[in-house]
């Protein structure tokens, strides 16, 4: 069965009951069910809703769960460790407002169906006229968070499957110019400017330029630092630039000695310093009272906290 069939299937599954069988989760998540079965009684890692009969059913939410998991066990993390990183992941976020009340997961699986036909064939047309009808209907965070970043990131995790890689790699350059394009065109519209730069390592490009997008907005511009950007040299960059804070951005699990590194190299900074991502989720515990602000990984919360915080630097 082809990825298009599936992802349809699962389309109808959803209108019908927004719940899936096992079977329909390995096919969309290329996990085993006897795994899908071990998360759930060794570690605890997905709770699916039982039937009368005891069959087990999963909900998008479920397989969204699913997907984060196999993208830290693909960071290095093992499984064993899975469940402490997502329970922390998702305390440190704030519950947020839908950022567009009345849309149904159905319209955003309907329109992951339709970039996964194009990908398949290949079609720059038909991504360009999709990429075109999203964002004339949607807001900037659906269309990335909810739309386009969720097809990028399942790609990214089956590369080793028969031509996947491809419709990876020619998904990853398409969104990638177009998110530098709307960069620049935010940058010359906002008076403000904030720096976002890599941890070296730790995140891909295309994450680190979403970021940016999400955390921009009318007042405050987003300048992405390039990927080969070292860590020693922002001090240098920051004094040239004199931004208004330097934001770094990381995916991955941070080290034990993260904190210590990141407070020691606020000091150094002539700005205030900010970190982003899922390792801003999981330190935001042990950054707190230092000068280290943590903007989390949602991107409808980083927006709010970095004005919050922009905020708090100016009134003093």
């Known amino acids: 069965m082809t990825e298009t069939a599936v992802a349809s299937q699962a389309v109808i599954a959803m209108q019908q009951e927004e719940l899936f069988p096992i079977r329909e989760v390995s096919r969309l998540t290329g996990v085993n069910p006897v795994t899908l079965r071990a998360w759930e009684r060794r570690y605890g890692l997905i709770q699916p ?68 036909r194009a990908l398949a064939a290949f079609d720059e047309d038909a991504m360009e006229r999709l990429y075109g009808q ?52 935010a940058r010359n519209r906002a008076d403000d400017r904030v720096l ?31 990927h080969g950007q070292p860590l020693q040299e922002l001090a240098l960059v920051c004094e040239k630039m004199r931004p208004q804070a330097l934001v770094l951005f990381s995916n991955h699990p941070p080290q034990d000695d993260a904190a210590t590194r990141l407070s020691r190299l606020a000091l150094s900074l002539g700005c205030p310093l900010a970190l982003a991502g899922e390792a801003a989720d999981l330190l935001v515990d ?10 989390g990984s949602d991107g409808r919360s980083m927006q709010r906290r970095l004005a919050q915080f922009l905020a708090g630097h100016l009134d003093t």
């Open 134 to 185: 999203v964002f004339s209907t949607y807001p900037l965070p659906v269309v990335f968070q909810d739309v386009l970043m969720p097809v990028w990131r399942d790609l990214l995790l089956r590369h080793d499957e028969y031509g996947i890689a491809s419709e990876w790699a020619f998904l990853d350059s398409f969104m990638r110019a177009r998110a530098l394009q709307r960069l620049q065109l």
């Open 49 to 116: 809703t039982r039937t009368d009969s005891g069959h087990r059913l999963y909900s998008f939410a479920d397989i969204e769960a699913v997907r984060s998991i196999l993208a830290w066990i693909d960071r290095g993390v093992a499984v064993s460790k899975v469940g402490k990183i997502l329970a922390r992941s998702a305390q440190a976020k704030a519950p947020a407002a839908p950022a567009y009340q009345g849309v149904a997961t159905t319209e955003w699986v309907e329109l992951q169906v339709q970039l996964r």
């Open 286 to 295: 042990s950054l707190d009272g230092s000068p280290v602000a943590c903007l």
């Open 196 to 226: 976002l730069a890599p941890i070296p390592g730790e995140c891909r490009e295309l994450e680190l330029l979403v970021a940016g997008l999400l955390m921009g907005s009318e007042q405050v511009a987003v300048s992405v630092l390039g």
